[in-house]
């Protein structure tokens, strides 16, 4: 089975500042890998997503994610935080064999700082 | 725009009554999917669905019914409410194929158990 960890349950930036949250992953052949974005009292939001290709994607909002198979992590950037950025950060795993039944990490809440 | 709508934003139960939760998508999608959203515990599958009528059990069943008897409509069932079931229930549906297609989550319902 396939699993997900986020290792940063909270996570400050100052605005303008770079960031980074870390993903890692624990599945048996190449995943597919998502990063969703919740805002305060919605739902969540498709940032990024790989499943094959390059391993660096691009998502909305100047988000980035970099798949290292070595690391079996996925970690999404930022170069510049925006405080309209603050919000709960999830990574999710699907098996390449149903693309319908992800699993979720924890979460990372980021915050802020003007 | 796609959208994935939830019959409440907020509901307020008592212990033991039957809790009808309904989840509705426009966008033609096979898979349907509940979740609930702890804090520190991340999103937790409740049941999916991939096709009408058919359903699979996710991580937490337990205490837990669904039904889907049309394809745009998939509705969470609480037999007998419990305070343990105080809880966000997110609504989520995508695409079956091939290719991971991202989720499309609703924007939640706060359910208070008393």
């Known amino acids: 089975a396939q699993s997900v960890t986020q290792p940063d349950i909270h996570i400050t930036v100052s605005e303008g500042a770079s960031l980074e949250l870390r993903c890692n992953y624990s599945?048996?052949?190449?995943?597919?890998l998502f990063w969703y974005v919740q805002s305060p009292g919605q739902g969540l939001q498709l940032l990024l997503k790989?499943?094959?290709?390059?391993?660096l994607v691009q998502g909305i909002k100047g988000f980035e994610a970099e798949f290292k198979r070595s690391q079996s992590s996925f970690n999404l950037r930022k170069p510049s935080v925006h405080w309209s950025d603050a919000a709960e950060y999830f990574c999710?795993?699907?098996?390449?064999?149903?693309?319908?039944?992800?699993?979720f990490g924890d979460g990372t809440t980021l915050t802020v700082k003007p | 725009d796609v959208k994935v709508t939830q019959s409440s934003r907020y509901l307020v139960k008592r212990t033991g009554e039957k809790v009808f939760l309904e989840c509705v998508q426009d966008?033609?999608?096979?898979?349907m999917f509940w979740y609930r959203q702890d804090p520190g515990l991340g999103l937790r599958l409740i049941y999916f669905?991939?096709?009408?009528?058919?359903?699979e059990k996710g991580d937490i069943p337990e205490g837990y019914s669904v039904s889907r008897e049309k394809k745009e409509r998939f509705s969470l069932i609480l037999e007998s409410a419990s305070t343990n079931q105080t809880s966000m229930y997110l609504c989520?549906?995508?695409?079956?194929?091939?290719?991971?297609?991202?989720?499309?989550f609703g924007p939640g319902t706060r359910l208070t158990v008393t």
């Open positions: 966008m033609d999608h096979e898979n």
């Open positions: 999710a795993v699907a098996p390449n064999t149903n693309a319908g039944k992800s699993t």
């Open positions: 989520a549906s995508s695409l079956l194929g091939q290719d991971p297609y991202e989720q499309y």
């Open positions: 599945y048996g052949a190449t995943p597919y």
């Open positions: 790989y499943f094959s290709g390059d391993t």
């Open positions: 669905s991939y096709d009408v009528k058919m359903k």
